[in-house]
């Protein structure tokens, strides 16, 4: 009798010959002398398997079942329903999209709660792994356990970070029957890629408010999670479910003594960038810039005057006295202040002495700023990238954008973290631009989505 | 370690090859390591941030660029930061961001906030001059932590460590690796193949020409997809390979941005690989489940039997090798009953062991594998003089004596020969 083993991220059917035809996914392994395939294709492979008429034992998965279902029933809302049910009508396999502070968690609960086999959660950070462990422990009564951060317990239900998937899913593969990838816009690409191709879990949910990436692979989402089976958008639910909100862009101009250095920098930039024919406004236009920069030393230079003329405008007089301005109108509220670069989240953190979170922050600060910052003690924390995700706080109702990328995504995760429902709160984001830098063309870049029109 | 970036090589077919450094090249190599060495020592007491600018001010040309950072790199990695001790740069912030939110809420409306006037408080309240608060803010961050060493070594040992470190910057990228190695001792070979099951890589052994070996080195998912999941092990292979006396290395490998399959080869007469480093104690090359019943063995009140760790290669030529962790002696007898730690990495190698065991191997042996590879102990004959221990998490040196105590009182198969 042939039989189907997980190993180390694959699957190996043994007790088969050579010859024998076999489904897609499989290749003969010579150094095993076994037939192997990708642990993500152990679905589709035990159905062709089954429907080739092939006898064979299946010990591959090692999933258990949850010896109980959710312990705190919470109605869910309507949306939740509708992106739950289309999950299950798309064989238990697929991305669910809804905005930020919507309640995507909710929806993996209720999928954890049906299917009730042993599950996975996977999320970008370890804020939000912590998040996810306290909320599925006060859901469950079943066992919760956390991989990454120090941490190694593997339980019926886990949660983790992609880098410990990537690390440990050869050998945690086999172990669930669900996978959630939280933020699944981060799993395409080569290293967290194939944490869900080592995975054997044959029922996949990948959660995001935001699938569109910037380097466009968001279309592989489909193989390593599935299709996309539900989609709201923030401006659907505002309002009802999200809390109203404002944006206000407010354009910056330069002192004249900033506007001398910014034009002189920029020129010395734009002209490396003409001398060496290379196109800004083509995909690999800045990874050129970037390599031809390293080549000379007049490419440094160039390098340097890009640097500088970029922080002139993250750090304008006017935008840093416009920001005092705004921390003194909502010192009674929670504002979150984001940055481009740890650089100005520093420089604002030391010059209007408030708390800064940067990926420098360890874990144990992170919680108690932003514990402070739920209670009150603080009125604003201001921010790089890290809590573009990962921060849970209700009460926030401000977002201060000084700086940013062109993304999207990262802009509408920004708004994101001031939507969550609290009581009749309205949220306000303000972006601050530079005015004639190069701020303006990256603003509207990243302003394209309904959430601001 | 120095990693794709540092690494100049180019593409020769479907080769890649690493830009020799010639002797132009390595004057100037050996002039930057200690322009970088001297700027590191000239630091010491200085932040990491003025240390870097340091860094940054020498001069490279564009051509030696990846050379420098190499470099730089190694020189970085020896040297010691450390945060500058004194007031803790937390309580400090929590103290100043608390009363900064205070004195913003309650500050009369038509005074500006006053930030030095917060420093000012904290830094009475802690009996400190506000200078001093300014500086612990953010005396954590790692910019501003302080060089407190730089490396003792001369530019000489740098340039070596960059020679070495390009090559395994290399095969981080490798899917697959394969040597064929030779050493004049034993012992030598014996730590190679230790190195390998230590780092948990899955390893076919053939004896090759010569007396030599040939090991293939990969990982399972190796066979699908180019991952570099296996490429930091793999490349630690390197330093247990410059142990031996002649080997070569072939490595596929996955280049650059578009990951193009090109093959990277590598000799012991290369120069990348000088020097040649001192053997390795075997000790080091032990798996934790080897170590441990190592010091439970040791540790068995009344035991007869005492272990070591194994110093012999058990080769059954055209069948494979073996490569026993630890050789036990019971007292007053010179017949060793060796054990292997196979733990729960490979299936497929206990299958292997158990022909070994069963086509006549040279000696007795008890195999250890983890309850998770699914084997049961009956898979070795009882005429074979040999058993295999299943233990479920870690293994039990009492259990493991239990196992030995039947395998000694089994004979050795005729014509067997001794161990190499």
Known sequence: MATLVFRAGTIELRGVARELPLPAAFVWDEREACHRAPAIAYREAVLALRGSGIAFDDDAPRDTELASGVRVHREPRPFQTDAFEAWRAGGERGVVVLPTGAGKTHVAVMAIDAVRRSALVVAPTLDLVRQWYDLLRATFSVAVGVVGGGDHDVQPITVTTYDSAYLHMDHLGARFGLVVFDECHHLPGPT??????????????????????????????????????????????????????????????????????????????????????????????????????????????????????????FVAAKKLAYLE????????????????????????????????????????????????????????????????????????????????????REHVQRLGRILRKSGDKRAVLYELVTARTAETGTSERRREHDAYR | MLTADHVDARK??????????????????????????????????????????????????ARKRKLAAGLRKLVEDGCVFDEESGLDPLTVRRDVFLRATRSRRTRDVLRPFDRDAVIEAVASSLGQAPAEIERALFADLRGEHVLRSAPVVDAASIVDAYELGRAQAILLRAVRVRCDVQAGSPLAVRAFFAWLKFQRLLFTTERGAGGGFTVTIDGPFSMFESVTKYGLRLALVLPALRTLDSWT?????????????????????????????????????????????????????????????????????????????????????????????????????????????????????????????????????????AALYVYKGKPSARALVEHVERVATSMLVDGARRPT
């Open chain 1, 192 to 313: 967290y890629a194939l944490a869900a191709r080592l995975c054997l879990a044959p029922r996949r949910l990948g959660l995001t408010a935001t699938p569109e990436r910037a380097d466009g692979r968001e279309a592989e989402l489909e193989a390593l999670v599935g299709p996309i089976v539900h989609r709201r958008d923030i401006s659907e639910l505002a309002g009802e479910y999200l809390a109203d909100y404002d944006t206000v862009q407010l354009d910056v101009e330069l002192e004249p003594d900033e506007r001398a250095e910014h034009d002189a920098e920029r020129a010395i930039y734009l002209q490396f960038i003409a001398k060496n024919g290379i196109r800004l406004g083509s995909p690999r236009g800045f990874g050129d810039f970037v390599m031809r920069s390293a080549q000379s030393m007049e490419g440094r230079r160039a390098m340097r005057a890009y640097r500088r003329q970029r922080e002139i405008g």
């Open chain 1, 325 to 408: 301005h705004l921390l003194d109108r909502h010192r009674d509220d929670r504002a979150l202040v984001f940055t481009q670069d740890n650089a100005t989240a520093y420089r604002v953190a030391r010059r209007f002495l408030v708390p800064v979170i940067t990926h420098q922050t360890r874990v144990t600060e992170r919680s108690e700023i932003l514990a402070a910052f739920a209670a009150g003690d603080y009125a604003a924390v201001v921010t790089s990238k890290v809590l573009n995700e990962g921060v849970d706080v209700r009460e926030a109702n401000v977002a201060i954008v000084l700086s940013g990328s062109g993304s999207v």
């Open chain 2, 12 to 61: 020769q077919g479907d080769q890649l090859v690493l830009r020799r450094l010639d002797a132009k090249d390595l004057r100037e190599a050996h002039e930057l390591a200690g322009a970088f060495l001297e700027a590191a020592t000239a630091h010491v007491g200085q932040t990491q941030s003025e240390v870097t600018e340091a860094w940054q001010a020498i001069e490279t040309s």
């Open chain 2, 249 to 385: 290395l072939t490595a596929d490998i996955r280049w650059g941005k578009e990951r193009t399959p090109l093959s990277f080869a590598l000799s012991s007469k290369d120069g990348v690989t000088r020097p040649a480093p001192a053997p390795r104690e075997p000790a080091q090359a032990l798996s934790d489940d080897a170590q441990a019943l190592l010091e439970g063995l040791a540790a068995l009140p009344k035991s007869r039997w005492k272990a070591e760790i194994a110093t012999t290669l058990l080769d059954r030529p055209g069948l494979g090798v073996c490569i026993p962790d630890l050789v036990l002696r019971r007292d007053g007898s010179p017949d060793p009953i060796y054990v292997e730690v196979l733990g729960f990495w490979s299936r497929d190698a206990v299958w292997r062991r158990v022909e070994l065991a069963e086509q006549g191997l040279e000696a007795r042996i008890v195999f250890c594998a983890s309850s998770r590879l699914r084997v049961s102990p009956e898979v070795i004959g009882d005429t074979a003089p």
